[in-house]
């Protein structure tokens, strides 16, 4: 199984403020942790809304718009993630417990989620369309 776990953003991390070196130590021990019990594929912070655009599709499936960040709502905005392969829901949720608290002296969030597999939408992928994207996934490994 698969899971998005995302870092939830929060008032100083929209601004932009950067964390004290204590924190970096910290992750990078804990992202060490992740790592070598195999669960982390991979993670990365994420710049601030105020540097982010939006594309707004119409009904139609068109861009209607484009809209510059900053945007609102900051407790729904998302600050970094994680991508874990975990074998259950269980050990996804005890390695978050794990976790330091990614935003130190501010109330913050971690939201987990599980990503689809090809097993997962049955009959609606055809057998041809899931092997394009096996073939779609391996080269995208390769560009990284």
């Known amino acids: 199984m698969r899971f998005m776990v995302m870092v939830k953003a929060t008032p100083n991390s929209e601004k932009g403020v950067m964390p004290e070196p204590g924190l970096f130590e910290a992750m990078m021990k804990y ?4 790592v070598n019990a195999g669960i982390m594929q991979s993670g990365d912070g994420l710049h ?3 540097k ?4 707004q599709f119409g009904t139609d499936g068109k861009v209607k718009g484009v809209v510059d960040g900053p945007f609102p709502e900051t407790k729904e905005l998302v600050a970094g993630f994680w991508m874990w ?3 259950s ?3 996804a949720m005890a390695w978050a417990k794990k976790c330091p608290t ?3 002296g501010e109330a913050c969030e971690i939201e ?3 990503v689809y597999e090809l097993e997962d939408f049955g009959d609606a992928l055809t057998p041809e369309l899931a092997e394009k994207e096996r073939e779609l996934v391996e080269k995208a490994k390769s560009n990284a």
């Open 31 to 34: 992202n060490e942790e992740l």
């Open 48 to 50: 601030p809304s105020s």
């Open 102 to 104: 990614p935003m130190p």
């Open 52 to 55: 982010g655009k939006r594309l």
């Open 85 to 87: 392969k975990c074998k």
């Open 89 to 91: 829901w269980d050990e």
């Open 112 to 114: 987990i989620r599980q």
